[in-house]
Nanobody
Framework: VQLQASGGGLVQPGDSLRLSCAAS????????MGWYRQAPGKQRDLVAT???????NYADSVEGRFTISRNNAENTVYLQMNSLKPEDTAVYYC???????????????WGRGTLVTVSS
């Protein structure tokens, strides 16, 4: 089971970007999915999470600018980022709590990360 994130890149302040993260492998179920980010020299912080039922939670710093969503049929989570700021520059990691069919035990899985750079 793995998570593959994509969609990062270099954008200017005020621009938008959409990240995607797809879970693949033998998966029985996925509970919460989320996005975290880590800026250079800083710890990894929560950006947003979404439950299997669609309940969302956002960091104060992105509330109103970012939107998390998911497609349960495709085991994919998205992060729509609008009005990007230089302080949003970071490596963005996706995360999922899931149950694989190989063990039927709950696992927390991380993707490799995708770099978002906001700069003029």
């Amino acid at each position: 089971v793995q998570l593959q994130a994509s969609g990062g890149g270099l954008v200017q302040p005020g621009d938008s970007l959409r990240l995607s993260c797809a879970a693949s492998g033998s998966i029985f179920s996925i509970n919460a999915m989320g996005w975290y980010r880590q800026a250079p020299g800083k710890q990894r912080d929560l950006v947003a999470t979404i439950t299997s039922g669609g309940r969302t939670n956002y960091a104060d710093s992105v509330e109103g600018r970012f939107t998390i969503s998911r497609n349960n049929a495709e085991n994919t989570v998205y992060l729509q980022m609008n009005s990007l700021k230089p302080e949003d520059t970071a490596v963005y990691y996706c995360n999922a709590g899931l149950v694989p069919t190989t063990s039927y035990r709950y696992l927390e899985v991380w993707g490799r990360g995708t770099l978002v750079t906001v700069s003029s």
